[in-house]
């Protein structure tokens, strides 16, 4: 007959079960809830934990949005506490990155030359330097005329933001007629550009963010003498002062499967 051995102290399921219980002591543990509640006040970033939260189930699909309003409830535990820390701390580092959106609605615009790349390499360093300031002269008063700002100029294209995307309509139809004036041996200047509209987060006088890298995902999909708005750029101008038509559907990396854009054939721009 077949004995049963004694169990030993010590065997997995008790070890497991001991470590449970301490996990549980030191979850409830005052001075360490404290402790890292303290940690957060200093980390960066939001440390209310309903706020913190709410901005993340507006991010988060609701499956995750419940998880995170699991961890703030009125007893909260050090485990709680570390994932709103960590949570907290991943927030503003997103923010820091341009994730974040800003206040104001701009309308971004990105230019940019067609083929200048490879009629540079063989003009050379002097004519093609010579080639961008004579672009720059051409295409940028245009933008402060109307009311926009450069943000920065891109090698051989620019990055300019505007209270409405009208305005950067105006400049960019304008700035191409001046460049048509610019002459430069064994090729013809012409930009490309792409307007959207969006809420980018301003630092330091530069944008960041989600729509700046729509935008000029938008400018990208241009081809030589085309103007293409964004579907939220059209909208903000309104049908009845700007004459367009569909182009396919953008795609590229960072856009909704949805986005599309239109060529600009016509506006109003008096």
Known sequence: ????????????????????????????????????????Q??????SSGKLISKEVERQPRVIGRMLEEASTSKPGALGEAGLGALQLWQSISDAQGRGKGKKEVAIVFTDLVDFSTWALEAGDDAAVKL???????????????????????????????????????AILEGRKRLGRVKAKGYRPQIRAGIHVGKPRKVKG?????????AARVADGAKGGELLLSDQALDAIGADSIEVRPRERLTAKGVPDDFRVYAVTSAATG
Not at 42 to 47: F, H, M, N, Q
């Open 1 to 40: 007959m077949a004995t049963r051995r004694k169990r030993k102290s010590g065997q997995p399921d008790e070890i497991v079960s001991t470590l449970a219980e301490t996990g549980r002591k030191l979850n409830r543990d005052p001075r360490l809830i404290s402790a890292l509640q303290v940690l957060r």
């Open 42 to 47: 200093l980390l960066p970033g939001e440390t």
């Open 132 to 170: 961008l300031h004579d672009v720059g002269d051409a295409i940028e008063p245009p933008v402060k005329d109307n009311g926009g700002q450069v943000v920065k100029r891109l090698g051989d294209g620019m990055m300019a933001v505007f209270k409405d995307p009208e305005a950067g309509v105006r």
């Open 206 to 214: 530069d944008y960041f963010g989600v729509d700046v890298n729509i």
